[in-house]
């Protein structure tokens, strides 16, 4: 068995004031987050890690690196389900995230910027991020550190919030901007944090656009497919230098009518 990857220590530099910020709205957020993300998705976000884990274990990867780890539910979702998996880290800015998802036993976790990674290059087969990408004030350098740190030939698998069908947009965002926050409030939880979140939606490129993006920060063979009336989208993609991902399928989507912009299968 290979070494493991160990990581650089960490620099002030690695570290910059955006992250700072962020990992203290997390922190806020902390000791709610589990709780509110299964109750104002209804339990859908399980089935969105679920459909993630899935397609990675078609890759069978050695080595995983999972970016804005959190509380750690994809990260733990990944090991049970990705037969031979050897080794698998989880990275995220917010200490008090960190802690939760050590409450669940998870033990590869460390507090770190995805914008400056404490890791060697080529270490990992596999780098996922679930409703992480939103949050990382630098797609193109986050890009960058995820291709930096895949050994050629890696895969990345980014789960994050889109663009809504049309006829779904403008109930689900008076929902985002008008109820969400507040619901999280009378749990406990602060508004502020929730209304980042609505905006930070509303904000985010749609799936054609991000695969744009991924396409120009250097990654190769990109698809996503939409799930939940375009809630969310999955996208996947090669490193790039080298090799190509396995083409994948999903025969319960397909025979759905699932639109996939780029066809999959």
């Not at 890696?154 to 926050?181: D, H």
């Not at 991924?214 to 009336?229: C, H």
Request: hydrophobic share 45%; proline share 7%.
């Amino acid at each position: 068995m290979a070494p493991s990857p160990q990581p650089r220590p960490l620099s002030e530099e690695a570290c910059p004031k955006a992250a700072g910020s962020m990992g203290e709205l997390f922190d806020s957020v902390a000791q709610h987050y589990d709780f509110l993300n299964h109750l104002l998705s209804l339990g859908t976000d399980r089935w969105w890690r679920e459909r993630v884990a899935a397609a990675v274990r078609r890759c069978r990867p050695k080595r995983l690196l999972d970016l804005a780890t959190g509380s750690g539910d994809l990260l733990r979702l990944l090991e049970r389900r990705i037969p031979g998996l050897e080794e698998a880290w989880g990275v995220d800015v917010s200490p008090s995230m960190l802690a939760v998802a050590r409450g669940k036993g998870l033990g590869r976790l460390l507090q770190a910027d995805a914008l400056a990674l404490p890791f060697p290059d080529g270490n990992f087969d596999v780098v996922t991020v679930a409703f992480g990408l939103r949050n990382f004030p630098d797609r193109s350098r986050a890009f960058a550190e995820m291709r930096r740190i895949l050994r050629p030939g890696g895969a990345a698998f980014i789960l994050e919030f889109s663009r809504p069908w049309a006829w779904l947009a403008p109930a689900y965002f008076f929902y985002l901007r008008s109820m969400l926050p507040e619901i999280a409030h009378l749990f406990g939880a602060p508004r502020e944090a929730y209304r980042y979140l609505a905006s930070s939606i509303a904000s985010f490129p749609g799936a054609e656009e991000l695969a744009k993006e991924m396409e120009r920060a250097g990654f190769g063979s990109v698809r996503f497919q939409r799930l939940t009336g375009g809630v969310v989208a999955l996208h996947e993609a090669e490193e790039g230098s080298v090799g190509a991902v396995p083409e994948q399928s999903d025969q319960g989507s397909r025979s759905s009518g699932t639109n996939f912009a780029r066809e999959v299968g």
